[in-house]
């Protein structure tokens, strides 16, 4: 604790911290702006303030937050709500809520646990929200029934609890989404081991029944809790059009299998999605009603006076919710283009506003999307064609003309045709109504001066053609910009498309966005295939001849280690020909071989040859095969050094699982729960764990630094831990984890996750491979580590926190 304030459980929450106590007036527009790392958004943004937003709180509630996420989503509770109080454990994150919010009147901050707050505290609360966030919460099954106890015995009569949990088959995890705190894909999907406990949907029902709660109801929130568009109810499912208001972001997408949103879509096909759902909001309670809402969507990202929560409700209405109080003049803008659009003839949803609230009657009609998604698939030319010209009517009615357009300045000269004085630019199929044969317009929140009318029809197409792909089966997209005069002017429109889109989503301010959505197929592909290969552990990629049979033999170098590998293995294995990049050896001979251009192996069929790389720096070697799609399952490695000792390898691995010598390094400054932790994990892992302690002169030669501790007090420590059987030193003549398995002979060597991406330690996981070894990567537990220990101290030593306030850790 520095200055009495505990120190944060990771990075990301000292930097909210920071950015916390940096903005005095809570604005942090330029800081999303300059650091685009989605996980500061979740915290820092609007965007988490729609988790709440869409669910009818009363004025007069008392609502109880456990865990304040920095106050990520409390600005839309707070605002509808008679008083929050925040019980947050976290000392850190307690802190900097406080500052945060500390100009919000009927809010206040504790720092303590649930279950201590029911000790402590007699109030009771009409509304208990508990989001969990996985990164920081780690919960047994047990966990959550004791939480759930302390809520229930915190409600008052008619009170109800909204908790979000996480789905163990989120649709996140079946993409290869990482767990946080183990850091494996598809961890927890069929079991639960490191993290934090998940429900099924069908396991959630049973545990909040076992509970004794009489009054369930689940909602599902698209993409996730921390980005909530869309919520959906089990009377109202997702339907195939998922994807045209949904837009996914992802911290770490280079870790994807496959695409989370090309999958809703499907999922909603089959009617499963919600079961698919990436976290559940589970409303329960006793003897009260659940909400009437059907279905919610969320428009947090938008600017404020354009942030809504529109809810369908089973009273035959829909709501449209500002989220903050500037809202309130978007709402009358709102209605006022839908009276200007009925005085013109063209049908829209009449619009009432009650309370700061614009109400409307609920439709039992198809969108015009959904009904020509049906025409498309039913191969209907002619009716896709009779919708879209009553939409273009539509258009062309809804405003005076004027001869002034405002995209003059985009293509000059250019005939722009009708122009609109004033456009309403969502008059797109999302946004209106097909019944009996007539549209009806809702939701025409945005509109544009002096805009061409084509405009308005290229932003439909546009979408037809990029919500519903197999319309250009039926209709070849330059077809249908032919029948509205749209070809000439497309660039343009994209252009506009493209500005009109940054206003939209402040995609100004959400700078990070185009990386926070990049699923493409390349990466997902690369994954897969990457995975294939760094996963398959009987690829002994330093074994150059084991498993070659009746392959072909090509041998890659035709210098010193060539030599060294036709020596060895020249009579019993036949070379088909040598390739070198040196164009001055092709053509030559080398030991009755022809030495050739690598080219030549592209006339070779896959899966009947082998490259044997017989170069000493073989990585650039590596990368140019992989550049000509050539991969582990097609090339081995030859390094001498390696192949002299493949006759010593031995099968470690035990009949239980577990290896029989698993071998584990490190300095161990500063003995903390995080070496705990790692050596606990490796121990469940072998039934024989021997712990290598880094000597202080390896230590100041490697790393660059000069231990706390001297190596007699560390080796000591470490020996007197129950996980380890035995401790050695480890100095010059065995830092190299090789040399180390020639001495130690271990089945498994065992790092942090930090290491998992690292070059060199790739190699040398493969090379632990060929000869019968395993290299393993455990998480770090990321609250502690010694450098942030050393660091601490060296700040109270050099007198920079002058407080008294002690140090823990």
């Known amino acids: 604790m520095i200055n009495d304030i505990p120190h944060p459980l990771n990075e990301i929450d000292a930097d909210i911290g920071a950015y916390i106590n940096s903005r005095t007036d809570k604005n942090f527009i330029d800081v999303i702006r300059k650091d685009k790392r989605l996980e500061i958004a979740r915290y820092l943004s609007d965007i988490p303030n729609g988790l709440f937003a869409w669910y009818p709180f009363e004025s007069t509630s008392k609502v109880l937050v456990i865990g304040g996420f920095f106050g990520a989503f409390l600005t839309s509770i707070c605002r509808r709500c008679e008083n929050t109080v925040i019980v947050e454990k976290d000392g850190y994150r307690a802190h900097f809520l406080k500052k945060r919010m500390n100009n919000v009147k009927n809010l206040s901050v504790i720092n303590s646990d649930v279950i201590q707050y029911r000790k402590e505290s007699d109030q009771v609360f009409d509304y208990i929200i508990w989001a969990i966030d996985e990164g920081n919460d780690s919960l047994s099954e047990k966990d959550y029934e004791i939480n759930f106890s302390a809520m229930k015995s915190l409600l008052a009569p008619k009170g109800k609890i909204l908790a979000v949990i996480p789905n163990r088959m989120g649709i996140r995890f079946l993409c290869g989404e990482r767990d946080i705190q183990s850091g494996l894909p598809f961890e927890g999907i069929t079991d639960n081991h490191f993290s934090t406990y998940r429900f099924s949907r069908n396991e959630l029902l049973n545990f909040l029944e076992n509970m004794q709660f009489d009054s369930i109801k689940l909602y599902y929130p698209f993409p996730d809790y921390r980005n909530p568009q869309l919520i959906y109810t089990d009377d109202n499912p997702p339907a195939e059009d998922i994807t045209e208001r949904l837009k996914v972001y992802l911290s770490k997408n280079n870790e994807r299998l496959l695409s989370e949103k090309n999958l809703y879509s499907i999922l909603a096909q089959n009617n499963v999605l919600t079961s698919f759902s990436n976290y559940f909001i589970a409303e329960c309670g006793n003897d009260v009603k659940t909400s009437n809402i059907l279905y919610s969507a969320i428009s947090s990202e938008r600017s404020r006076s354009r942030a809504f929560a529109t809810v369908i409700c089973n009273d035959g209405k829909v709501r449209k919710m500002p989220i903050y109080d500037e809202g309130l003049s978007g709402l009358e803008e709102l209605k006022r283009n839908a009276e200007e659009q009925i005085k013109r003839k063209i049908p829209s949803l009449k619009i009432s506003i009650d309370n700061g609230i614009a109400v409307m009657d609920k439709i039992e009609a198809p969108t015009l999307s959904n009904y020509l998604r049906k025409l498309v698939d039913d191969k209907n030319t002619q009716a896709v064609f009779d919708c879209l010209d009553i939409l273009y009517k539509h258009i062309m009615n809804s ?102 889109t940054k206003k939209i989503v402040n995609r100004d301010i959400y700078t990070g966005r185009s990386t926070w959505m990049n699923d493409s197929e390349y990466i997902l592909r690369s994954n897969r295939r990457t995975m294939k290969l760094s996963s398959d552990s009987s690829i002994k990629l330093f074994d150059a001849i084991s498993g ?53 192996v592209s006339s070779l069929i896959y899966g009947t040859y082998r490259i044997v790389i017989a170069v000493a720096n073989y990585q650039p070697i590596v990368e140019q095969l992989n550049s000509m799609g050539i991969y582990e399952d097609s090339y081995r490695i030859y390094q001498k050094g390696i192949d002299d000792l493949l006759p010593l390898t031995v099968a470690d691995t035990m009949s239980d699982g577990k290896y029989n010598i698993g071998y584990v390094t490190g300095a161990f400054d500063l003995f903390h729960i995080g070496h705990l932790n790692l050596l ?73 996750s930090d290491h998992d991406s690292e070059l060199s330690w790739t190699r040398l996981q493969s090379q632990l491979r060929s000869l019968g070894s395993e290299l393993e990567f455990f998480p770090y537990t990321q609250s502690t580590s010694s450098s942030m220990l050393q660091k601490a101290i060296r700040k109270q030593i050099a007198g920079q926190t002058p407080s008294c306030g002690d140090f823990s850790s």
Not at 553 to 561: A, D, E, R
Not at 576 to 590: L, M
Request: charged share 30%; aromatic share 14%.
């Open 399 to 500: 405003s005076d003309y004027t001869s002034d357009s405002s995209f003059s300045s985009l293509a000059q000269n250019e005939n722009w045709g009708p122009v609109l004085k004033k456009a309403y630019v969502e008059m797109i199929p999302v946004n209106c109504f097909f019944i009996d044969g007539e549209l009806l317009f809702f939701d025409q929140e945005y509109t544009m001066d002096n805009c061409p009318a084509g405009y308005v029809m290229f932003r439909a197409v546009h979408d037809i053609y990029n919500f519903i792909p197999d319309t250009e089966k039926l209709i070849p997209l330059v077809e249908m910009q032919g029948r509205y005069k749209l070809k000439s002017l497309w660039s343009s429109y994209l252009k506009m498309e493209d500005e009109l």
């Open 548 to 600: 070659l049979n009746d392959k072909k033999l090509v041998l890659f170098g035709s210098g010193t280690y060539a030599d060294y590998f036709l020596d060895k293995y020249g009579e019993q294995y036949k070379t088909e020909f040598i390739i070198d990049n040196n164009r001055d050896q092709w053509g030559t001979v080398k030991c009755g071989i022809t030495v050739k251009s690598p080219s030549e």
């Open 680 to 752: 606990k994990r490796c121990k469940e892992r072998c039934h024989y764990l021997i712990a290598g302690v880094l000597t202080d002169e390896i230590i100041e030669h490697e790393k660059h630094k000069t231990p706390f501790i001297p190596f007699e007090e560390r080796i000591e420590i470490v020996k007197q831990c129950k996980y380890i059987d035995r401790a050695i030193s480890v100095d010059k003549h065995n830092t190299n984890k090789i040399d180390a398995w020639k001495e130690l002979r271990y089945g498994c060597l065992f790092s942090g």
